[in-house]
Nanobody, 116 residues
């Protein structure tokens, strides 16, 4: 599966962005879980949010109540709506797909910068 992540950019603190992760090359029904992860300079990659094929969601503690992950099976796309953005949300955001057989694919990252 190929993953195309987009939607990053520069936003002021308190603003919003929506990231998209479009999958191609395989049916979304072969996907077990899709997730967003992020990595800031000097930090390890961390979980942002995940969503299963059955729409069960999980969020990192730092984004709970501010970010929402969702999926559109018809478009084979997973979204990350990010609200109330903070400077500490600045990072490269990566999309990750885990298949029903446990095969993992990563997309190329998209940079989110939160700054005034």
């Amino acid at each position: 599966v190929q993953l195309q992540a987009c939607g990053g950019g520069l936003v002021q603190p308190g603003g919003s962005l929506r990231l998209s992760c479009a999958a191609s090359g395989r049916s979304m029904y072969a996907t077990k879980t899709t997730g967003w992860y992020r990595q800031a300079p000097g930090n390890q990659r961390e979980l942002v949010a995940t969503i299963t094929r059955g729409n069960i969601t999980n969020y990192g503690d730092s984004v709970k109540g501010r970010f929402t992950i969702s999926r559109d099976n018809a478009k084979n796309t997973v979204y990350l709506q990010m609200n109330s953005l903070r400077p500490e949300d600045t990072a490269v955001y990566y999309c990750k797909d885990t298949s029903n057989f446990g095969f993992v694919s990563w997309g190329r990252g998209t940079l989110v910068t939160v700054s005034s």
